[in-house]
């Protein structure tokens, strides 16, 4: 890597569900852009690694508007989107603010005392 920070950088190439049960933490910031089937699984497996007061951001939230349309019953993506959004809506551990930038970006904050 030619960056002046490599020393700092641990780039990982790879399944995300098993790289992410190798990574020790804690974690300050994470962002999801990988499968969005996924979303809900990254989330279970980072939840404990994350600090207390740290961040995950999950693009594509808004999914070009289809999460608030009549979905079609194989339209994967979408529903597991659905079911991601609620899901961190109902989850006591994290607040969270869904940014309507571009394809919408749901900002995740683990709260302190579920450190
Ligand atoms: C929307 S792109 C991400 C773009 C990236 N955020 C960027 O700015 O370059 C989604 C990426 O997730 C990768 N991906 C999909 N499923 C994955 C998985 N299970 N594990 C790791 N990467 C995956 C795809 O290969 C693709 O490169």
Redesign the pocket.
């Known amino acids: 890597m030619n960056s002046p920070l490599s020393s700092q950088i641990d780039l990982r190439f790879?399944?995300?569900?098993k790289?992410i049960e190798e990574i020790q933490g804690p974690v300050d910031l994470v962002?999801l852009?990988?499968?969005k089937e996924?979303y809900s699984h990254y989330f279970d497996l980072l939840i404990d690694k994350v600090r207390s007061g740290g961040i995950i951001l999950a693009?594509?939230v808004l999914w070009s508007g289809k999460v608030v349309k009549p979905v079609k019953e194989n339209d994967k993506s979408t529903i597991a989107l659905m079911a991601f959004n609620e899901k961190i809506q109902h989850d006591v551990r994290v607040e969270n603010v869904l940014l309507p930038v571009r394809d919408g970006i749901m900002m995740i904050r683990k709260i302190k005392k579920y450190d």
């Open positions: 790879g399944d995300a569900s790289i962002f852009d990988a499968d996924n693009d594509n």
